[in-house]
């Protein structure tokens, strides 16, 4: 396959000093968090274990102001949940770095890629 | 401290499918590289193991057309290594991919630091 071909993938993850950091695993996770509306499922969908889907929500609660996901306790879908304002706010502000990331890094991605080695196509 | 005093670090890797990826660690190592001369005196200027920066430079010399990284043997340095031009076009590209990709992604940046929970001075 030749390497301009290959469509690259960015993981961009922003440490905020002693605050924490946002990365593409807890972006996804509270994206399926909005699809599934339960924390477990929506690590499950990811192969997140139930304990790391919890730790990092609580990771993300401690680190903003107010809390991003937030349970739903009773009604038809009891032990749910949902994310808050911040919660959308920080996903949408962190999709919106990368989109721009990328977009900014495209023409060195492309240099790089002309240096890339190419793979035989495997027959 | 207040959030928005934090100066936020970015750590972005870039995926080229199977042709392999590259990100932080491997654009320190081939600086360190350049200044010590040596790829297990730049590993260890990183607290890298001897074993894990030859395994690095590895698979960087087998993702690019050309190695990016060749040892010198004989002469006064005899042993040591030094990058080769398409070492040093992979390391300026790498850098100047995040130089872009930060300053695309300050505003967003901003908006989440706005969310960041204050930390206490510890006082």
Do not use: C
């Not at 990365?23 to 969908?45: C, F, M, N, Y």
């Not at 730790?55 to 809390?67: G, H, I, K, R, S």
């Amino acid at each position: 396959m030749s390497a301009s071909q290959v469509p690259p993938k960015f993981r961009i993850r922003v440490v905020f000093g002693s605050h924490g950091m946002i990365g593409p695993g807890k972006a996804d996770l509270l994206e399926q968090i909005i699809r599934t509306g339960s924390i477990a499922a929506g690590g499950r969908a990811l192969g997140m274990s139930y304990k790391r889907a919890w730790q990092l929500v609580e990771t993300m609660n401690a680190m903003f102001e107010e809390p991003v996901v937030v349970g739903t306790r009773g009604g038809a879908k009891g032990g749910g949940a949902v994310l808050t304002q911040t919660g959308n706010r920080v996903l949408e502000a962190y999709r919106a770095l990368e989109r721009d990331a990328e977009k900014a890094a495209e023409p060195h991605v492309g240099r790089l890629q002309t240096m890339l080695r190419d793979i035989p196509d495997g027959k």
